[in-house]
Each structure stands twice: as structure tokens, then as C-alpha cells.
């Protein structure tokens, strides 16, 4: 069994920061990569940003320079450092881990459950 645990969502006014936090736990082997998509009402589910097991990350291109995605690998822990927010990013928020497992063949997806961003104007 693997989990995910988000925490930091929350409601923030435009031009304002939020960090999210996702901790991985269970029986993890190893954790390829880990990475936050977010969905908005009526929108498909996008990534925002991605980190691999080596320390390389990716960013959708309207994050970039304002999100910063970090990871600590001794906590199986993800954050996402999002600094001048805008109402577009108003979504939920998941979590997202490729990692193996010691209950699975092969390695899998695993989600959070996801956490609410609000940004007012």
C-alpha cells in the first residue's frame, strides 16, 4: 500500500504565495519521479510541475518563474512554492508519485487526494 498526503491549499488573495506539501508514504522501494497536476471546473486535469529521482524538473508554461517545485528525498516529500498567484490558478491540486513498490510488479502512478487552491481577485 502506498499514500499520499497533501497539505497547504487553502484561499489566498491575487499576488500571494502558498506552499503545498505531499509526503509519500508505505511500502515505496523507490520514487521515480513526483509532480503536481491540477484540475479547474470544466478543464481536463494538466500537469504543473514535475520533479524526477535525479533533481531535474519541468514546468507548464504559465507557472514558470513564479511556481517552484522542490523535493526531499529522505522524506519522500514534495512541495510546490507558488508566488504570485492569480486567479487562473484557482484549481485543485494532486499530488502525483511514479514510484515502485514492494506490493506492485512494476512501477505505478499513485495520487493524493487532491487540495483545493483558491485565488481571489
Known amino acids: 500500500q502506498v499514500q499520499l498526503m497533501e497539505s497547504g491549499g487553502g484561499l489566498v488573495q491575487a499576488g500571494g504565495s502558498l506552499r503545498l506539501s505531499c509526503a509519500a508514504s508505505?511500502?515505496?522501494?523507490?520514487?521515480?519521479?513526483m509532480g503536481w497536476y491540477r484540475q479547474a471546473p470544466g478543464k481536463q486535469r494538466e500537469l504543473v510541475a514535475v520533479i524526477i529521482s535525479g533533481g531535474s524538473t519541468n514546468y507548464e508554461d504559465s507557472v514558470k518563474g513564479r511556481f517552484t517545485i522542490s523535493r526531499d528525498n529522505a522524506k519522500n516529500t514534495v512541495y510546490l512554492q507558488m508566488n504570485s498567484l492569480k486567479p487562473e490558478d484557482t484549481a485543485v491540486y494532486y499530488c502525483?508519485?511514479?514510484?515502485?513498490?514492494?506490493?506492485?510488479?512494476?512501477?505505478?502512478?499513485?495520487w493524493g487526494q487532491g487540495t483545493q487552491v483558491t485565488v481571489s481577485s
Open positions: 502525483n508519485a511514479n514510484l515502485w513498490s514492494s506490493s506492485y510488479l512494476g512501477s505505478h502512478d499513485f
Open positions: 508505505g511500502s515505496i522501494v523507490s520514487i521515480n519521479a
